[in-house]
T-cell receptor, first 110, second 113 residues
Framework: TQLLEQSPQFLSIQEGENLTVYCNSSSVFSSLQWYRQEPGEGPVLLVTVVTGGEVKKLKRLTFQFGDARKDSSLHITAAQPGDTGLYLCADISNTGKLIFGQGTTLQVKP | DTAVSQTPKYLVTQMGNDKSIKCEQNLGHDTMYWYKQDSKKFLKIMFSYNNKELIINETVPNRFSPKSPDKAHLNLHINSLELGDSAVYFC????????????FGPGTRLTVL
């Protein structure tokens, strides 16, 4: 059974700081997705990465997929209070089954 | 317009009761899912249906029975509720392709007393 480990579990920072969160898998990802979940809401897809070494940018968010496709990082530049939420990485299989990590809870203080 | 909606938003009930959670999507998607998020925020798939046909059935107790009357609806019925069933349940939908974006509903917080 694939296990996804995210670190850190909790992160509390001041507005304007940079941060990186990590996702490591016990086996090679099929495709990796990052989601953000705000309190009281469902997760929202941020990005899908497929190719080892791939880097994708979404405004102030940079997603990197490891060359061996077993790890990924999410870097946020100049964090804002609106970035607060639970960040989840997930592997998506060829049946659409998502296997999630336990998430990183990010709090950005104004 | 709400893409994926769930009712109710909150559900508080006693152990042993039977309850249902409803899910509807207006995105024209072929596939719908149920996920369970526990108190530690761990999110785990329970079921998926494609065009009313069961595709994924994880090791979920058979007290949980999904029902899909049409491809826009996937309801979750739970019999003989137990304390451990307390969680937030999310419905999601996607097109048929396995890497297609899954759109999640707002969740139903179930509390079993």
């Amino acid at each position: 059974t694939q296990l996804l480990e995210q670190s850190p579990q909790f992160l509390s920072i001041q507005e304007g700081e940079n941060l990186t969160v990590y996702c490591n898998s016990s086996s090679v990802f099929s495709s990796l997705q990052w989601y953000r979940q705000e309190p009281g809401e469902g997760p929202v897809l941020l990005v899908t990465v497929v190719t080892g070494g791939e880097v994708k940018k979404l405004k102030r968010l940079t997603f990197q997929f490891g060359d061996a496709r077993k790890d990924s990082s999410l870097h946020i530049t100049a964090a804002q209070p609106g970035d607060t939420g639970l960040y989840l990485c997930a592997d998506i299989s060829n049946t659409g089954k998502l296997i999630f990590g336990q998430g990183t809870t990010l709090q950005v203080k104004p | 317009d709400t893409a994926v909606s769930q009712t109710p938003k909150y559900l508080v009930t006693q152990m042993g009761n039977d309850k249902s959670i409803k899910c509807e999507q207006n995105l024209g998607h072929d596939t719908m899912y149920w996920y369970k998020q526990d108190s530690k925020k761990f999110l785990k798939i329970m079921f998926s249906y494609n065009n009313k046909e069961l595709i994924i059935n994880e090791t979920v107790p058979n007290r949980f029975s999904p029902k899909s009357p049409d491809k826009a609806h996937l309801n979750l019925h739970i019999n003989s509720l137990e304390l451990g069933d307390s969680a937030v349940y999310f419905c999601a939908s996607s097109q048929a392709g396995y890497t297609d974006t899954q759109y999640f509903g707002p969740g139903t917080r179930l509390t079993v007393l």
